[in-house]
């Protein structure tokens, strides 16, 4: 007996290697979003271009939409704009802008320079919404289903991968409706 | 090439969120509540940085998270609701410490345990020691007179070399 | 030309260091004399050649060579030379050459001061050192050289070295830290060498000792000097965060206090073998498991040198390979142990198996924690963060537990003891610390503590049973002198060491109940009250460093009206990275620190948020770690070690 005890430690150095192993190919940055599955908070906020006009959650529930977190001062930001471009012109699933903690002027400017590929955008100054939603830096974008529902977080640049892994879960609520 | 410019732009805005302390002032006037401010934002992990809680860190949204703190304490909520607040937002990841469920029994009973276990062990191998030690004395009354002298003689020669 | 050289070296050493790795265990096992001598020699030759490409990366830095990849990312022409130089090891590839340097050291200090030793024993320790080093050589060319070149077109300038690390801190705690991790591989080749070769024997034990004691006194030293580097750093007057990086180097130390230990039963009594071959097994281990964590990604932590998981896979081999291994050799070989006396219940033989049982238990617990991130995440079960709520939740408890143990196994003797005697000798020491743990914070504080209570009575407990046990050993001298020059430096130093224990207990007790602090913003002429101390802020004005330029505050600290003291913290902006580092000042004094630091800039200058501090018996948190390490070192003289004549032949026969 005491000398199968003797082969306990390399036993657990075994498991632990295992463990380690597998950590090699998680990121321990990448969050989740702790709102997976429940609803898009409430909010009431202006939009970026037209101060007057308020807009909340209703004015995108219907239909399936992707929430893009985005600002100026975030340089990935930049890198993903064409393809928010893309995924508005292919008019598949459209594209709602949170601009967050950002000025508006600058704001304005840059999607006047490189192309406005949002429906409208929620101009979120304090950062209270993006709160409320989980965020914690740009850029994130959100998956709602139809409910208004968040269905999947991205954060980081939005890539062609990352943009058809969006369209396969899309396709995986046509399919479940048909 | 490319890598390196990356890993270069990386540790440039890293590093940027560590050089500074978060000095920021937030007033309070009841000095209970100043209290509980700095143990929630010592228990709160920056959701964005490298392993600071909010108290330290200098980024964008820590400084939101004191602030939201900050309000939720004036506006009377207590540290269960600001807790829950921020991990209905963020998840468990934001808490320093972990709560206990059956995901983390091992973490917060396994040292416990283990001490337990530990000294139990030794316990049981001292007896187990001392059994064995008096079945080798009893052994050794057994040996015939020249098998005495014989290991007498081996203790001896051993001793001299040590 | 230079960095060529320094990667060629390097080459030259990973050939060395196999042949090391291989010929004299072969030697060895077949008990070939000449193949067995190669050893020293091969020791030599790869500490020769890593020095000449440590050197040669050392020249680099020194001149700027900005074409070497690693010199670009790490340094900087304005930088001050002596920061040049340290920057050396202040990324991942060159502080694993450092690491490699260490090693190829520590091989060399074994193969010189080691003339006691049998010849095939030393082959095969320095054998297994060099199968480490091996490792880590390969490791360096192949994944992680410094030595690679931006060519042809390189940067006129560097990025600069991060400015948190352009202190002298950077100078002294990774080499520190460094001996200590890679001096555990000494006792972990001994080990090794001891399983492989069937001599279990307490002479091993004896001939671990000194190169452990060192190793273990570095660590802590490295280890305090970490503690006290991110105190005055930093800027937020914090010590210790349960940062997966320091938790790394605290497990090995944690370990290597129990393996200290042990390996002193082992050597006086020849009992507890298998388990101190096992703690020296591990010791080493978890400085490889350190090394894993902080380079692999694997764990998010402020101090992470790199964060790449293909060199996490490589140093994941490496340590499949040692650990494995020599797990698997102590399970096949450590039966064959056997012990050599018998002891009662009271006796210091159990109680030293106790403090291994915690000190592993802490370890452990440090391991679980830092990893449990990683666990749950790995199971699909979500992302949770484990941080200093529970770790001070924990192991606070453990080691005051502890610490009550080491107080009564220094009144007890080998073997056996009567508990009469030892009742004897402690409740003196007992009733002592428990009155004074009672009084104190009443009179120091603001009334009764009970974690004050708890930590002053623990300390104090530790103190008055050491000085109990030392005064017991003149009772029925007649000479003061002759006593105190009989008494061993082992004695000494474990008198220090367990002192350096309780005062870095009092210390962390102290400064974490009493310590107070308040972020306030201050204008010019603006006053702020702190545990009897007024710090009026006088403006501030500009000051250009080598590379930097600052806004230099001046606070001015009275107490009563008197001058205590008067502060200039900063807020600097470096030239090439242009961030923002607040550089804080400290009034530091053996009782209290005074400790003041620079926040942001409000009303455009006019005023500044200002953090400033109390923090009273900071300072004994390093001194005991000093203690401790002294202590350690003081063992090693012991003349135990130093006599080389008569053992001889007997340990050759």
């Known amino acids: 007996m005491p000398r199968l005890l003797l082969f306990i430690p390399l036993l ?133 289903d139809a409910q208004g529902i968040i269905r999947h977080r991205h954060v980081g640049v939005l890539t062609a991968e990352v943009w058809q892994e969006l369209q396969l879960i899309i396709k995986g609520w046509d399919s479940v409706k048909n | ?20 302390a978060a000095i920021d002032v937030y007033q309070f006037d009841d000095p209970e509540k100043e209290q509980r401010f700095q143990k929630l934002a010592f228990e709160l992990r920056c959701p964005k940085c490298q392993n600071q809680n909010i108290a330290d860190s200098n980024a964008e949204i820590a400084k939101d998270l004191r602030t939201k703190i900050q309000q939720m304490l004036i506006a009377e909520k207590s540290d269960t609701e600001i807790v829950d607040y921020m991990v209905e937002r963020y998840g468990d990841f934001v808490l320093y410490e972990p709560r206990v469920k059956p995901q983390t029994y091992l973490l917060w009973y396994g040292p416990g345990l283990f001490l337990v276990l530990g000294l139990i062990a030794v316990v049981l191998i001292i007896r187990n020691r001392n059994k064995a030690y008096d079945k080798t004395n009893e052994q050794k009354a057994s040996l015939s007179d020249s098998e005495a002298k014989a290991l007498h003689d081996l203790l001896e020669m051993k001793q001299g070399k040590n | 030309m230079i960095p060529e050289i320094g990667e060629f070296a390097l080459i030259i050493a990973l050939f060395l260091s196999a042949v090391l790795a291989l010929v004299p265990m072969y030697g060895a096992v077949v008990d070939k004399e000449l193949w067995m001598s190669y050893a020293r020699p091969l020791a030599k030759g790869q500490f020769l050649f890593v020095l000449i490409s440590f050197l040669c990366l050392g020249y680099a830095f020194s001149q700027d060579d900005f074409s070497v990849i690693y010199v670009a990312q790490h340094s900087n022409s304005q930088m001050p030379m002596q920061f040049k130089l340290s920057a050396i090891w202040g990324g991942h590839e060159g502080s694993l050459l450092l690491w490699a340097f260490i090693l190829s050291g520590w091989t060399l200090a074994v193969s010189l001061f080691s003339r006691t030793l049998p010849l095939d024993m030393l082959a095969r320790v320095l054998s297994v050192m060099g199968i480490v080093a091996t490792g880590f050589i390969s490791f360096l060319l192949i994944t992680s050289s410094p030595f ?93 965060f349960w940062d997966p990086v320091e938790n790394a180097s ?75 291994g020599s797990l698997t050799l102590y399970a096949f070989k450590a039966p064959n142990v056997k012990s050599e006396s018998n002891f009662s219940w009271l006796s210091r033989e159990v109680l030293l198996l106790v403090n291994n049982v915690f000190l592993t238990v802490m370890a452990f617990t440090v391991l679980l924690g830092t990893l449990y991130p990683l666990l749950i995440d790995a199971l699909g079960m979500g992302k949770i963060s484990v941080g200093p709520p529970y770790f001070n939740a924990v192991f606070v408890p453990i080691m005051s537990i502890m610490s009550i143990a080491m107080g009564v ?64 050993k003149f009772r029925n001298t007649q000479s003061l002198s002759t006593k105190l020059k009989q008494l061993s430096f082992s004695y000494y130093g474990m008198m220090l060491a367990h002192i350096g224990v309780a005062v870095t207990a009092i210390g962390i007790t102290l400064v974490s109940s009493y310590s107070e602090e308040r972020d306030m913003r201050m204008a010019k002429g603006d006053s ?24 230099q505050a001046t606070i001015e600290v009275t107490e009563d009206g008197k001058a205590v003291v008067t502060l200039h913290p900063e807020k600097r902006r470096y030239n090439v990275k242009r961030n923002m580092m607040t550089e804080a000042d400290i009034d530091a004094g053996l009782f209290r620190d005074l400790y003041v630091a620079l926040g942001e800039p409000l009303n455009n200058g006019e005023a500044w948020a200002v953090r400033v501090h109390y923090k009273p018996y900071v300072r004994w948190l390093w001194l005991g770690g000093i203690l401790m390490a002294l202590g350690g070192l003081v063992t090693v003289a012991d003349k135990r070690y130093r006599k080389q004549s008569g053992q001889q032949e007997l340990t050759n026969a």
């Open chain 2, 1 to 20: 090439m490319l890598k390196i410019k990356v890993l270069i732009g990386i540790l440039l805005l890293q590093s940027s969120f560590l050089l500074s």
């Open chain 3, 148 to 240: 690679l070149r931006y060519l042809p077109r390189f940067p006129e300038d560097g990025a600069d070295l991060n400015p948190l690390l352009q202190d002298f801190g950077l100078i002294v705690h990774p080499p520190m830290l460094y001996m200590g991790y890679v001096g555990f591989s000494v006792a972990f080749a001994f080990a090794i060498a001891a399983l492989l070769s069937g001599r279990l024997d307490t002479a091993w034990a004896r001939w671990s000792r000194p190169w452990t004691n060192i190793a273990w006194a570095f660590l802590g030293l490295g280890i305090t000097l970490g503690s006290w580097w991110a105190y005055y750093e930093l800027g937020w007057g914090g010590w210790w």
């Open chain 3, 528 to 551: 702020v009250e702190l545990a009897g101390y007024q710090f009026t802020f006088h403006g501030t004005h500009i000051v250009t460093g080598p590379n930097y330029m600052a806004d």
């Open chain 1, 12 to 144: 657990l150095f075994i498991i632990l290697g295992g463990f380690l192993w597998k950590g090699l190919s998680i990121d321990p940055r990448e969050l989740p979003s702790a709102l997976l599955d429940k609803p898009f908070p409430e909010f009431t906020l202006a939009t970026l271009q037209e101060p007057e006009r308020i807009v909340s959650k209703q004015d995108f529930i219907g239909q399936p939409v992707l929430v893009n977190v985005w600002a100026t001062w975030c340089p990935s930001c930049r890198q993903e704009h064409r393809q928010l471009l893309a995924i508005a012109q292919s008019g598949k699933i459209p594209v709602i802008g949170l601009n967050y903690k950002d000025e508006r002027d600058l704001a304005i400017e840059w999607l006047q320079q490189l192309g406005n590929p949002y429906q409208f955008n929620i101009y979120d100054a304090e950062g209270m919404l993006g709160l409320d939603l989980g965020v914690y830096g740009a850029p994130e974008t959100y998956l709602l």
């Open chain 3, 409 to 472: 196994s220094i009144a007890v003797r080998w073997r056996e003891t009567s508990a009469k005697l030892v009742l004897d000798k402690l409740w003196l020491p007992a009733v002592i610390s428990i009155l004074c743990a009672l009084v104190f914070p009443i009179f120091y504080g603001s009334g009764f503590d009970f974690r004050v209570f708890i930590g002053i009575s623990v300390s104090l407990w530790i103190i008055s049973t050491v000085i109990t046990e030392f005064i017991g």
């Open chain 3, 250 to 324: 605290l497990m090995p130390w944690l370990v290597g206090t129990a393996l200290v230990h042990s390996l002193a039963v082992t050597e006086k009594r020849g009992v507890f073998k298998s388990w101190t071959l096992l703690l020296a097994i591990f010791a080493f281990s978890l400085s490889l498991l350190g090394t894993f964590l902080v380079r692999s990604g694997v764990l998010t932590s402020v101090h992470a040198f790199a964060s790449d998981p293909e060199r996490g896979f490589f140093i994941l081999m490496l340590l499949a390979i040692t650990m494995g």
